[in-house]
Every structure is written in C-alpha cells, then in structure tokens.
C-alpha cells in the first residue's frame, strides 16, 4: 500500500451536552482485517459499541483521539472547538493520511484533502469505526466524572441536557465541567 492510499475517518463524540469535552477520533482502517458490525455509533448498544472499541483498537492500521475541554468550547464555540479536536486527532495519528473523510458539513483545516460527507458514521465504516472509539472514550470519561461530581447523574446521560440533569442542575449549581455559553448553563449563572 502506497503513502498516497491513506485515508482516514474522523468523527466527534458530545457537541450537545451541557458538560464535559468534545471527543473525536481519527481512524486508518487496514483494508486486509474487516471489521464486521460497524454503524453509527448512536445506532449501537453500549455493549456493541464497547466491543467494536477493542477491535477497531486491535486492527486498525492507526486510531487517536482528540479533545476540545469546556473552557475552549466556551471560548471558541462548540463547532469551532469540535474542529479543533478534530484537528488534533488527526494530528496524532501515526501515520500521516492523503486523505480524510470528516462526518457532517464542516471541516476542520488540514495539511491534507478533506472531504465531508452527511450521515458519513453511517455510509463510510473508517468514520463508524471513528464515531465507535470517540462515543466510547467520551461516556468512559463522563461515567469516571460522574464519581467526582455526584448527583449529576453523568453516567446515565453522559451531560446531555435530560429532565433529571436540568433538575440537578437547578438543584446543585454548576460545576467546572459544565459548558458556560450553552443556554441553559448560561441562564442559572445569570
């Protein structure tokens, strides 16, 4: 396989949550070890999704994972700061891509050729496989910080604005993790 072959797919994992980072991942299949079952990964079941990780970890050619943490999102816009993460996740691959297929319409600007592609978690299996490992990173980290900060409920609804986190908001304040310049955050400080 030549240099030129390279693609990889990156995908984000908690632009709407209230709290916590935004995750991406960037992935370089290996054309020779098909990896059977991979979706979007809102389509999976945890349990599916956290199989699928330890594969796609196992025979991809390159995986890594970037982050955008809640004070850039705050300073910069959760899309702004999902591009960010995008950035980096490509940035730490091991090898270098000719190309990079982004899921949805906006990419993230890179020294190589990007392409976006709508509903792409679901259509291109290197952007499932990206969506699989920033899902499941981004719910590992939230279910670790749901210990620092109980009675959130992070681990049951990862920091997405649910009845039960609005409630415990509104009962418990706002914490370091949750993300200032989103709406509902925004009105409790005000």
Same mark, same amino acid.
């Given at each position: 396989?030549?240099?030129?072959?390279?693609?990889a797919g990156?995908?984000?994992?908690?632009?709407?949550?209230?709290?916590?980072?935004?995750?991406?991942?960037?992935?370089?299949?290996?054309?020779?070890?098909?990896?059977?079952?991979?979706?979007?990964?809102?389509?999976?079941?945890?349990?599916?999704?956290?199989?699928? *990780?330890? #594969?796609?970890?196992?025979? &991809?050619?390159?995986?890594?994972?970037?982050? %955008?943490?809640?004070? $850039?999102?705050? =300073? /910069?816009?959760?899309?702004?700061?999902?591009?960010?993460?995008?950035?980096?996740?490509?940035?730490?691959?091991?090898?270098?891509?000719?190309?990079?297929?982004?899921?949805?319409?906006?990419?993230?600007?890179?020294?190589?050729?990007?392409?976006?592609?709508?509903?792409?978690? *679901?259509? #291109?299996?290197?952007?499932? &496989?990206?969506?699989?490992?920033?899902?499941? %990173?981004?719910?590992? $980290?939230?279910? =670790? /910080?749901?210990?620092?900060?109980?009675?959130?409920?992070?681990?049951?609804?990862?920091?997405?604005?649910?009845?039960a986190h609005?409630?415990?908001?509104?009962?418990?304040?706002?914490?370091?993790?949750?993300?200032?310049?989103?709406?509902?955050?925004?009105?409790?400080?005000?």
């Amino acid at each position: 396989m030549s240099m030129t072959q390279f693609v990889a797919g990156v995908d984000e994992a908690g632009r709407g949550p209230l709290a916590g980072p935004v995750v991406t991942a960037a992935v370089i299949l290996d054309p020779g070890r098909e990896i059977g079952g991979l979706a979007d990964s809102k389509v999976l079941s945890a349990s599916q999704r956290e199989t699928l *990780s330890g #594969i796609i970890k196992e025979r &991809a050619l390159c995986w890594a994972l970037g982050r %955008a943490e809640v004070e $850039e999102i705050d =300073s /910069l816009n959760i899309l702004q700061a999902s591009l960010l993460a995008m950035q980096r996740a490509v940035n730490a691959l091991a090898i270098r891509p000719a190309r990079v297929l982004v899921d949805g319409n906006r990419a993230p600007a890179l020294s190589c050729e990007v392409q976006t592609i709508i509903k792409g978690d *679901s259509k #291109i299996a290197a952007i499932s &496989a990206a969506s699989i490992l920033a899902k499941v %990173a981004r719910d590992a $980290e939230m279910c =670790s /910080l749901d210990r620092r900060y109980p009675g959130y409920g992070f681990a049951r609804h990862k920091g997405y604005p649910t009845k039960a986190h609005l409630q415990a908001l509104e009962a418990l304040g706002v914490t370091p993790l949750h993300r200032r310049s989103f709406g509902p955050v925004r009105r409790l400080l005000t």
